[in-house]
């Protein structure tokens, strides 16, 4: 199978990070399935790709449900092709401070992030077998290595390091890589959330964000996409279980 016929599903494709990978992939030859929530909610991400001479589809599905999980993959295979590539990047925030926080915010953060990617990467990682060649990317963050608010937040984030590493272990023998991206500060809806919660003006906390980064400006999807774009690629065959932070700089 040339690299031109592959089929990619990007989930949480709607907006920010996932929205800018879609397009990248589709810029790259792929065909994307863009998988939000609602599929409505993806028209504009489909839009763009197509406009732009690219093929993608819109999918809705929540990644948490294994039904709709199996239903998505089930309606990208016959639509699009098996997928080759998966790019789980879905992600909701509950922050709060332990004290505050509800069984309900840790239960919907651990769902969408941990469950969803599990579910997502279990339903793609046969087709992926059947082609001989795969690509999981998981988005993990920097909070994983801790952030005050977000203890679900940053658990699940880390633990979806350890879930790379362990994909890469058990699928490498059928030509499928799995890596993690932890974003730093990237300006995106979630961020912009952030700086609501914390009652700070967006543009004043993206200025803060970047006198503390070594390259002195915060992160656009773009600086994500194009760090997926070469790990999904044939000439990342021999990169696997690696976490990768976009944040311009060090942090670990």
Same mark, same amino acid.
């Given at each position: 199978?040339?690299?031109?016929?592959?089929?990619?599903?990007?989930?949480?494709?709607?907006?920010?990070?996932?929205?800018?990978?879609?397009?990248?992939?589709?810029?790259?030859? +792929?065909?994307?399935?863009?998988?939000?929530?609602?599929?409505?909610?993806?028209?504009?991400?489909?839009?763009?790709?197509?406009?732009?001479?690219?093929?993608?589809?819109?999918?809705?599905?929540?990644?948490? !449900?294994?039904?709709?999980?199996?239903?998505?993959?089930?309606?990208?295979?016959?639509?699009?092709?098996?997928?080759?590539?998966?790019?789980?990047?879905?992600?909701?925030?509950?922050?709060?401070?332990?004290?505050?926080?509800?069984? !309900? !915010?840790?239960?919907?953060?651990?769902?969408?992030?941990?469950?969803?990617?599990?579910?997502?990467?279990?339903?793609?990682?046969?087709?992926?077998?059947?082609?001989?060649?795969?690509?999981?990317?998981?988005?993990?963050?920097?909070?994983?290595?801790?952030?005050?608010?977000?203890?679900?937040?940053?658990?699940?984030?880390?633990?979806?390091?350890?879930?790379?590493?362990? +994909?890469?272990?058990?699928?490498?023998?059928?030509?499928?890589?799995?890596?993690?991206?932890?974003?730093?500060?990237?300006?995106? !809806?979630?961020?912009?959330?952030?700086?609501?919660?914390?009652?700070?003006?967006?543009?004043?906390?993206?200025?803060?964000?970047?006198?503390?980064?070594?390259?002195?400006?915060?992160?656009?999807?773009?600086?994500?996409?194009?760090?997926?774009?070469?790990?999904?690629?044939?000439?990342?065959?021999?990169?696997?279980?690696?976490?990768?932070?976009?944040?311009?700089?060090?942090?670990?």
């Amino acid at each position: 199978m040339s690299e031109q016929a592959r089929v990619a599903i990007v989930t949480g494709g709607a907006r920010g990070i996932g929205a800018g990978t879609a397009q990248r992939l589709a810029a790259d030859g +792929l065909a994307v399935a863009v998988l939000d929530l609602k599929e409505a909610d993806c028209a504009a991400t489909v839009e763009a790709i197509s406009s732009a001479g690219g093929r993608a589809l819109a999918v809705g599905a929540d990644v948490s !449900d294994t039904e709709q999980v199996k239903a998505a993959v089930d309606k990208v295979a016959g639509d699009l092709g098996p997928p080759a590539v998966l790019v789980n990047n879905a992600g909701v925030i509950r922050d709060n401070m332990l004290f505050k926080m509800t069984d !309900d !915010d840790w239960d919907m953060v651990m769902g969408v992030h941990l469950r969803g990617s599990f579910l997502m990467s279990r339903a793609c990682q046969r087709h992926m077998v059947d082609q001989g060649f795969g690509r999981i990317v998981n988005l993990s963050s920097s909070s994983a290595l801790g952030n005050r608010g977000q203890a679900n937040y940053s658990t699940a984030k880390a633990g979806l390091q350890g879930f790379t590493k362990t +994909l890469a272990i058990e699928l490498g023998k059928f030509g499928i890589t799995a890596n993690a991206v932890a974003p730093g500060f990237i300006a995106t !809806d979630m961020t912009a959330a952030t700086a609501a919660r914390l009652g700070v003006g967006f543009e004043d906390f993206q200025k803060a964000a970047a006198s503390q980064i070594p390259v002195r400006r915060v992160g656009q999807p773009a600086d994500v996409a194009h760090v997926i774009s070469f790990l999904v690629s044939e000439g990342a065959g021999f990169v696997s279980g690696q976490v990768i932070y976009v944040a311009g700089g060090p942090l670990c």
